[in-house]
């Protein structure tokens, strides 16, 4: 399935696609540039997969949490893309493509997941994700809650294994 997927949930963001077991993507700059790339993103991964965006059959796109302009830009694009091609849309959480990614590359697929996001002010929006092979990411995710950094930290059970951008404030 010829599939685009877009993350502008945070500054650094990210254009992808996939078909046939092949994957490209494009790193998207700083927050403020995403709007004006994200476009050029989207038609350049697709060309080195040999498609066009108007070949899409899937569009995915980060909902949140993140940036809200961020977001308001990722979610437009992803819109009006699946719109043009007459693809299918999926918004996707933020948690759940942290808790994929961090299993994939730690190879924790049967431990919890403790995810953070920052959300400014030595605050973090945390979410737990636990295994479970029936969700589509693996992972079925704890209401989201915010939380003082130094509360979550003292909260987290030893062992614990964490990921997410909102490790960075520590």
Do not use: C
């Not at 949930?9 to 078909?19: D, E, I, K, P």
């Not at 070949?55 to 979610?75: M, N, Q």
């Not at 808790?99 to 590359?105: G, P, Q």
């Not at 704890?142 to 939380?147: D, F, K, Q």
């Amino acid at each position: 399935m010829r599939t685009i997927a877009i993350d502008t949930s945070l500054a650094a963001g990210s254009v992808a696609a996939s078909a046939a077991g092949r994957v490209a993507e494009v790193a998207l700059p700083e927050a403020g540039e995403h709007a004006r790339r994200i476009a050029t993103a989207a038609a350049e991964v697709a060309a080195r997969l040999g498609w066009t965006v108007g070949d899409a059959e899937l569009v995915g796109v980060v909902r949140g949490p993140g940036s809200f302009t961020g977001l308001r830009v990722g979610v437009v694009a992803a819109k009006a893309i699946a719109w043009a091609a007459e693809a299918d849309l999926v918004g996707l959480s933020g948690f759940e493509v942290l808790a994929l990614r961090a299993a994939r590359l730690t190879g924790a697929t049967h431990a919890p997941l403790h995810l953070a996001y920052d959300a400014g002010r030595g605050e973090v929006f945390v979410a737990e994700a636990a295994p479970a092979a029936e969700a589509p990411s693996g992972h079925a995710l704890s209401t989201p809650r915010l939380v003082p950094l130094a509360a979550w930290v003292a909260g987290l059970p030893q062992g614990a294994h964490v990921s997410g951008p909102g490790l960075a404030i520590g």
